[in-house]
């Protein structure tokens, strides 16, 4: 099976990384109460950290790297896409070099770690016909359909339009495989 490579902003790796790990944190408030016992709090989830390690081998594999870096220095967060992963909105906050590198080969490893600070910007519906904004509050809305276009996941619909995975695949029940979709099927977005 062919994978689509890993992109991060406009880069996009010649070959996925080796490996690939992502980690779920939960922060918990630890207090202490009288007689020697704690209170924990949950604090809710913290950011998901994507990490791997990858090679870049061949002809111009250390400059191959530098542009990688460059994205490093460019600072901000970005759209970071795996072939197999969640979409995330993350910031690039690790990038190593594991050894010296040579001018055909470089092995790195590298840290992601996801931003969420809650959505800033309103979502507008808009209606099929002319993309015009939806009916005024108290009025139900219409139906939304979108269209999938190249690099689009489910995950990444929903989190695009502020619903739940489980009432997307809930709305479209002719998908069966929640990470298989193609270019021009048509999702219908829950009101």
Known sequence: MMLAPMRYKDYIWPHNPATY??????QIAVH??????????????????????????????YEEFKRLATV??????????HPLWQIANAYFTNLKLEQEPLPDYVRYSFEFRERYD????ELTVLDRAGGTP?????????ETVYTVVSDDTLWGIANRYGVALK????ANPGIKNPNLIHVGDKVVIPC
């Open 21 to 26: 790990s992502i980690t779920y944190e939960r």
């Open 32 to 61: 202490k109460v009288p007689f020697g016992r704690h209170c924990m709090q949950d604090l809710g989830m913290g950011c998901r950290i994507m990490r791997g390690q990858g090679e870049f081998a061949g002809e111009g594999a």
């Open 72 to 81: 490093f220095y460019d600072g901000g967060p970005g759209l970071l896409i």
């Open 118 to 121: 809650g959505y800033s910007e």
């Open 134 to 142: 939806a009916q005024p509050a108290g009025e139900a809305l219409p």
């Open 167 to 170: 009432d997307l695949l809930k």
